[in-house]
């Protein structure tokens, strides 16, 4: 079964490299990247034409919308608000943290700096969201 992460990224480096470490991992993803907070919004806006994401893969620093506008906006749509958002950032602020978990972030995870890590990285995400955790249903 391949599940679907809607990652939202602005720099092309990182998307690359995420990208790559998934494959390498072995996963069985769809990785939908959007380069914006705008952009990650437009994609959730679904109709039910689209399916949702399984997960979302947010970077806080953004182009338009931050990151964590986003996160506010998704825990305040009732079809949004139970769908696992982990933050895959390099901003390692207290404030950060501290304000993404207040927002309802289930996770937050610092970007490592080398292939290697992200590979485990990308193992971990695949292991505990798409297939161990129990995803709750989605509100009507």
């Avoid at 990224?9 to 690359?16: H, R």
């Avoid at 906006?73 to 943290?97: A, C, F």
Wanted: hydrophobic share 45%.
């Amino acid at each position: 079964m391949t599940n679907r992460i809607l990652y939202v990224e602005d720099n092309p480096d990182d998307v690359l490299l995420t990208e790559l470490a998934f494959r390498k991992a072995g996963a069985e993803v769809e990785l939908t990247v959007v380069p914006d907070g705008d952009k990650a919004i437009a994609a959730l806006q679904t109709n039910g034409s689209t399916p949702l994401p399984d997960c979302v893969l947010l970077d806080i620093k953004l182009p338009s919308l931050s990151g964590l506008e986003v996160l506010a906006w998704i825990r305040n749509q009732p079809k949004l608000k139970r769908l696992p958002v982990v933050m895959l950032t390099s901003s390692l602020l207290p404030d950060d943290v501290n304000k993404a978990y207040d927002l309802g972030a289930n996770s937050f995870l610092a970007k490592p700096s080398d292939l290697s890590s992200l590979i485990t990285l990308a193992k971990t995400i695949d292991h505990y969201w798409l297939q161990t955790n129990i995803r709750a249903a989605r509100p009507a």
